[in-house]
């Protein structure tokens, strides 16, 4: 697969190297829809790496969320 930059190649280095990866795909879809002023928009990810679905994963665009400390009051 070619990458782009030194941030996506050891991104995909990395992402190959871990066993809960089941595979790599570049621009794997293009995703379309309207806003709400009927325009189309459209966004195409760099890259799928989907895991196996006992491993969680984190996405990047989404804030990671910390459960409160057993102590905490």
Known sequence: MAAG????RTQLM??????DVT????RPVRLLWRDPRGQ???WVPQLFAPAVPTAPRCSPTAPA???PAANAQ
């Open 40 to 42: 189309v928009r459209s």
């Open 65 to 67: 969320t910390r459960a």
């Open 23 to 26: 595979g790599l795909a570049g």
């Open 5 to 8: 930059s030194n941030a996506m």
């Open 14 to 19: 990395v992402l190959d190297r871990d066993p």
